[in-house]
């Protein structure tokens, strides 16, 4: 069973940081791409950060400077560290596992994160 599990989301006041996660599970981690989306309140999901099996990074041109995916392939986890959060920032962020080499298409629950004085 695949499992995609968010972690780490909360409330931060504008300009502050923070780090997500995303722990898979019951898939070959390393072989597929992983991405984090965000969905905010009545807005369309936005494609936010993509790190691929290889480690090539691609960011949304709203993110690039500020957030930065990594992944540990040791630990089947995937981050988005998030620096200079603004209130726009506020949103479900989701992590979703790709399999370009394996098949498949996954899709964590999310976390909240919340930007707000």
């Known amino acids: 069973q695949v499992q995609l599990v968010e972690s780490g989301g909360g409330l931060v006041q504008p300009g502050g940081s923070l780090r997500l996660s995303c722990a898979a599970s019951?898939?070959?981690?390393?072989?597929?791409?992983m991405i984090w989306h965000r969905q905010a309140p009545g807005k369309q999901r936005e494609l936010v950060a993509t790190?691929?099996?290889?480690?090539?990074?691609n960011y949304a041109d709203s993110v690039k400077g500020r957030f930065t995916i990594s992944r540990d392939n040791a630990k089947n986890t995937v981050y988005l560290q998030m620096n200079s959060l603004k209130p726009e920032d506020a949103a479900l962020y989701y992590c979703?596992?790709?399999?370009?080499?394996?098949?498949?298409?996954?899709w964590g629950q999310g976390t909240q994160v919340t930007v707000s004085s």
């Open positions: 979703n596992a790709n399999g370009r080499i394996m098949g498949g298409d996954y």
């Open positions: 790190i691929t099996n290889a480690g090539s990074t």
């Open positions: 019951g898939i070959r981690f390393r072989f597929y791409d």
